[in-house]
Structure formats: C-alpha cells, structure tokens
C-alpha cells in the first residue's frame, strides 16, 4: 500500500519550493555570515595553535612575491639553531622592548599618532610581534584595514605563543632580501654559512636590511654598525630571549 503525503507538505515536496518557506532563504544568509564572522574572529587562533608546533608552510606574502616574479628561498631552523648574534641584532634593529611589552610599544604608537597629525612618515612603531602577525597572515601595505588586522592578529599571537616561539616564526618568514626569506636562507644566500655560524658583524648586517629587504643589501653601513652597538645592550636568557 503506497502512503502519499497530503496538503502543504506534499505540494512542497512535489515542486522543490522548500526554499519559498518563510524564513528559509534570510535564515540560511544569516547562518552563513555568522559563520563567516566565527571564522574571522577565531580563524586566525586556530591556526596559531597549529603554529605552536608546526612550521608554516608559506605566508601571503612569500606568495605575492612569488607572483611578482621572486622565487622562494626558505629554509626552517629552530631558534636554537639560529645564532644568538642574530636573535640580538633584529631585537636591537626592530624592537628593543620585544621582552617588555605585551605586543605593541605604546610609548612607539604615541610618537607615530603625533608624527601621522603632523603630516609627516610614520616609522618605528611597528614590533617583533606586529611584524610577525603581518607576515604569517597579511599583505604589504599601510591600510588602516590592514593595520587594524594586524593588531587583532598580535592580541591572539601575544595570548597563544611565548616570546621563544614569535621570534622563532619571526627569523624564519622575515624576508631578507628578493625571494629570501628566513635567517637560513639569508646567511647562505649572503655568506655561504648556516644561520647558526653568523657573526656579530653579519648578523648586523643582516638586520640592517630587513626595513627595506627588496632594495637593502648587506654591508657595513652607519646603520649597520648602530645596530652592532645596541646589540651590546640586548640579553638572552638560559633558553632563548625573554627568558
């Protein structure tokens, strides 16, 4: 004996018009933002918890780069296997407070706000972690969108990662110079050593270009040898910085 719905329900059922349900088509739109909205807000955690202990594979940046027509030179090396000279040297260059603060230099953001007022470059506020958060997630560019999303990005970095694994990520995805990226693939590509046999003086001049890796290239510049000096002044712990 065959059983056939009756009324509404089997009209529905015959014609496919389940999607003329009041509410169906508004609820399913608004399902599907809120799970956008979940995935931006928890999206960038989820893959810095897998970035605790796992190398990332490629960063937006490596990729753009790949498209303007730069290969990809990398190559992964714990922090122990990376020479203390450099971990000093882009501390010194790029953020003398790394140690001391919980992602931002706000004493840097205030200088930055009052040289943006007075119309003129704003340089220097940027740290280790903000630098960081850019490259494992972002784009090149001084948007407020973008800048906005980096500062988001280092509230989970700074809450998820010890100081030990961000300058781990850091000195592995920072780009040294066109297609390089990484201390190890820096120190071989400039000196023909592993990025745990630099120098004092290389590892300086390393961090001297990484403001403007595409155009800078290692040398004994004034800046160069500013940074050798701070880096007198930068101390490592038992285990690795900040410890």
């Not at 003398?96 to 943006?116: P, Q």
């Amino acid at each position: 004996m065959d059983f056939k719905p009756e009324g509404p329900s089997r009209d529905r059922l015959e014609t496919g018009d389940e999607e003329d349900a009041p509410g169906g088509l508004p609820t399913r739109l608004a399902l599907w933002a809120a799970r956008a909205l979940l995935a931006v807000f928890f999206g960038p955690a989820i893959i810095l918890l897998i970035y605790m202990v796992v190398p990332p594979p490629v960063t937006p940046l490596m990729l753009i780069r790949a498209v303007e027509g730069y290969g990809i030179s990398k190559s992964w090396r714990p922090l122990s296997e990376i020479s203390p000279n450099l971990q000093r040297a882009v501390i010194a260059a790029e953020d003398s407070k790394f140690c001391l603060h919980g992602g931002f230099d706000w004493e840097a953001v205030d200088t930055a706000i009052e040289r943006y007022k007075g119309g003129r470059r704003v340089v220097g506020a940027s740290t280790i972690s903000m630098q960081t958060s850019k490259n494992l997630f972002l784009w090149p560019g001084r948007t407020f969108l973008r800048k906005g999303g980096e500062a988001y990005i280092t509230v989970w970095l700074e809450t998820l990662l010890s100081k030990r694994r961000i300058l781990e990520l850091y000195l592995n995805v920072i780009e040294f110079g066109p297609g390089i990226y990484g201390a190890e693939a820096a120190a071989r590509h400039y000196y023909g050593v592993s990025a745990g046999q630099l120098s004092h003086a290389q590892a300086a001049q390393l961090a001297a270009v990484l403001p403007s890796p595409l155009t800078r290239r290692p040398s004994n510049t004034g800046y160069a040898a500013t940074i050798s000096a701070r880096m007198n002044s930068i101390r490592l712990g038992k285990h690795g910085p900040c410890d």
